[in-house]
Structures are given as structure tokens and as C-alpha cells.
């Protein structure tokens, strides 16, 4: 299995960006997908999930209501739009791959994980 992030990038505070997060080697469309990111000095910290069918979506309350995660099963790939960004957004931000089925915020349930794509928010 093979998780590859993209669409980072810099950008000022209040603008918006797309990662994209896509997957090979696995039946995609059977299990939950997520967002992390680690900031310099931090821990990794889980961001927005999606599970199977997109029937539960889970998202960090400092992203609520200005972050999206949605998935295209057909096109192997999740996605997060990021809107009014904020400086303490900047982090690296890894996507994961969990073969369950029920979603989860947790970390080490994760099975697979991409290489990380750094987002830098400028104020």
C-alpha cells in the first residue's frame, strides 16, 4: 500500500489550499482515511477522518467548519480543503490509511501512511 500526499504549499493567513492524498496497492473504498499533522516540537496530531461511504466524518475542533475532507473512491483519493487558513495551521500534514471499518482519531490505528506535505501559513 502506497499513500501519496500533495498539494502543499505556502500561502497568507485567510487563504486556502487543497491536499490531495492518493492510494494504490489496496481496495481503496474499504476503509477510513485521515488527515494528521505535525507542527515543529509537537506531536502528530489527528486532523479530519472519513470512513467507508463517507457515512462518518470526524474533524479536530480547531479545523471545524473551515476544513473538508472528502473522498473520490473512483480516483483512489481523499482530499482536504483547508479555508481560512491560520498560522497555527502550518504543519506537516500526513494522510493514513485504516483497514477498519469504523473510524477512529487515533493514531496508531492507522495501517499505512503517506510521506507528509508541508503547509506554511504566513500571517
Known amino acids: 500500500v502506497q499513500l501519496q500526499a500533495s498539494g502543499g504549499g505556502l500561502v497568507q493567513a485567510g487563504g486556502s489550499l487543497r491536499l490531495s492524498c492518493a492510494a494504490s496497492?489496496?481496495?481503496?473504498?474499504?476503509?477510513?482515511m485521515g488527515w494528521f499533522r505535525q507542527a515543529p516540537g509537537k506531536e502528530r496530531e489527528f486532523v479530519a477522518g472519513i470512513s467507508r461511504s463517507a457515512g462518518t466524518i470526524y474533524y479536530t475542533d480547531s479545523v471545524k467548519g473551515r476544513f473538508t475532507i472528502f473522498r473520490d473512491d473512483a480516483k483512489n483519493t481523499v482530499y482536504l480543503q483547508m479555508n481560512s487558513l491560520k498560522p497555527e495551521d502550518t504543519a506537516v500534514y500526513y494522510c493514513a490509511a485504516d483497514e477498519a471499518v469504523v473510524l477512529t482519531k487515533v493514531r496508531g490505528a492507522y495501517d499505512y501512511w503517506g510521506q507528509g506535505t508541508q503547509v506554511t501559513v504566513s500571517s
Open positions: 496497492g489496496r481496495t481503496f473504498s474499504s476503509g477510513a
